[in-house]
């Protein structure tokens, strides 16, 4: 019975206009048909459902128990089809993930630009790469912006720019370091396993610096906390340094709250990529994103 939603429909119009006549108006049948739909109902349930009364009807127990489960299922099938219409209409939510830096940094200046681009909702979805790669591959997002590519199966990585990490501290340092400043310093490290403390520790092995010899006041999982830590960081006699994606402190370089410094004849040089479903790769909407950020310059 519940494959056919016209015997329930029905049914709930006659206990709302509380009337089989009335009900009969309304849906444009005849009163009989509507009997009959009625009757179909108390067979298949085996149970009174309706009373009919001089001055209108009544629910049994069981047709009030039944009112309820119906009433619950037609709300189910209205918010369904307002779905439905969304789809034909292309109204939706296209859902980016990104780690901390692109999250915070990067992407939320072309949130606007991009929802114009597809005419539809953006949301921005911000954890660890790893995660956010977890999101993609669980269909959860359309698609993973990160610091990391995937070889996952089913997943296309394509490179999308270079991100440069700087040192930094929240008192004057040199523009140009030498290795040997790096012992100087007090540290704001990342976490043991994150991609960029990897990318950090085997740049520095490069020129013969082990950066587990370093004067550590602390340790954080993402680029946000660094830069508050350094911020906030109350060393004055020796400076506290970490090292960030110089697109994380854009605004506190100009306004002169942190200063940036490189080592002398290196560059950490990392790249950003664009990660997303190889079901999704002839997707209209995915395809006007990438085409988008493709374009897009720090």
């Given at each position: 019975?519940?494959?056919?939603?016209?015997?329930?429909?029905?049914?709930?119009?006659?206990?709302?206009?509380?009337?089989?006549?009335?009900?009969?108006?309304?849906?444009?049948?005849?009163?009989?048909?509507?009997?009959?739909?009625?009757?179909?109902?108390?067979?298949?349930?085996?149970?009174?459902?309706?009373?009919?009364?001089?001055n209108g009807i009544k629910?049994?127990?069981?047709?009030?128990?039944?009112?309820?489960?119906?009433?619950?299922?037609?709300?189910?099938?209205?918010?369904?089809?307002?779905?439905?219409?969304?789809?034909?209409?292309?109204?939706?939510?296209?859902?980016?993930?990104?780690?901390?830096?692109?999250g915070h940094y990067i992407i939320p200046k072309h949130v606007e630009e991009i929802k114009e681009q597809i005419k539809n909702d953006v949301h921005i979805s911000i954890d660890k790469s790893n995660r956010i790669l977890e999101q993609l591959i669980d269909n959860k997002i359309d698609i993973a912006l990160t610091e990391v590519p995937t070889h996952q199966e089913g997943i296309i990585t394509r490179e999308w720019m270079d991100d440069e990490l700087v040192f930094f501290s929240n008192q004057p340092i040199p523009a140009v370091l030498e290795k040997e400043d790096l012992f100087?310093?007090?540290?704001?490290?990342?976490?043991?396993?994150?991609?960029?403390r990897k990318l950090i520790s085997e740049a520095l092995e490069e020129i013969d610096v082990d950066c587990s010899t370093f004067n550590v006041k602390g340790i954080v999982d993402n680029s946000t906390l660094a830069k508050e830590t350094i911020l906030h960081c109350i060393f004055k006699n020796t400076p506290t340094v970490s090292i960030i994606p110089r697109s994380a402190i854009l605004k506190e370089l100009k306004e002169k709250t942190l200063y940036e410094a490189r080592l002398?004849?290196?560059?950490?040089?990392?790249?950003?990529?664009?990660?997303?479903?190889?079901d999704k790769r002839k997707d209209a909407f995915v395809d006007k994103v990438i085409k988008f950020l493709l374009n897009i310059k720090l």
């Open positions: 019975m519940l494959k056919d939603f016209t015997k329930l429909e029905t049914f709930l119009v006659v206990v709302k206009e509380k009337s089989f006549s009335k009900a009969s108006a309304k849906l444009g049948i005849s009163q009989p048909a509507v009997t009959q739909q009625i009757k179909f109902i108390e067979d298949y349930l085996d149970s009174r459902v309706v009373e009919r009364r001089k629910l049994t127990k069981e047709g009030e128990d039944f009112h309820k489960i119906v009433s619950k299922l037609s709300k189910a099938i209205q918010s369904a089809e307002k779905d439905i219409i969304k789809i034909i209409n292309k109204e939706f939510t296209f859902k980016i993930g990104a780690s901390f830096t692109i100087r310093f007090n540290w704001i490290c990342r976490d043991e396993g994150s991609p960029t002398k004849d290196t560059r950490l040089m990392r790249k950003i990529y664009i990660a997303y479903s190889r």
